[in-house]
């Protein structure tokens, strides 16, 4: 069983930013970033894998940085210019093709 810890949430002015950090027990070739808003589904924000290429939602691209260090088994995403809509509980991931793990989730709030 892989632990998943997350850390950094927490409130935030719009236009903020915030920096989460994950560090895990045993990382697998993708790491990455989900989140929940109240009401809506689970959905991606970004992944990076062992290699290093990443992938961005469309709706943080070029504000949210994921970054990786795979000899401290940590992922950290760099929150910038931080908007209401960025609201939501953030998950930590990783996964390969036969394991799925998560974290139990910090909140971000952004709001004035």
């Known amino acids: 069983q892989v632990q998943l810890v997350e850390s950094g949430g927490g409130l935030v002015q719009p236009g903020g930013s915030l920096r989460l950090s994950c560090s895990a027990s045993?990382?697998?070739?993708?790491m990455g970033w989900y989140r929940q808003a109240p009401g809506k589904q689970r959905e991606l924000v970004a992944t990076?894998?062992?290699?290093?290429?990443?992938n961005y939602a469309d709706s943080v691209k070029g504000r949210f940085t994921i970054s990786r260090d795979n000899a401290k088994n940590t992922v950290s995403l760099q929150m910038n210019s931080l908007k209401p809509e960025d609201t939501a509980v953030y998950y930590c991931?990783?996964?390969?093709?036969?394991?799925?793990?998560w974290g139990q989730g910090t909140q971000v709030t952004v709001s004035s």
């Open positions: 045993e990382t697998l070739f993708s």
């Open positions: 990076i894998t062992t290699t290093g290429s990443t």
């Open positions: 991931n990783t996964r390969n093709l036969l394991r799925t793990y």
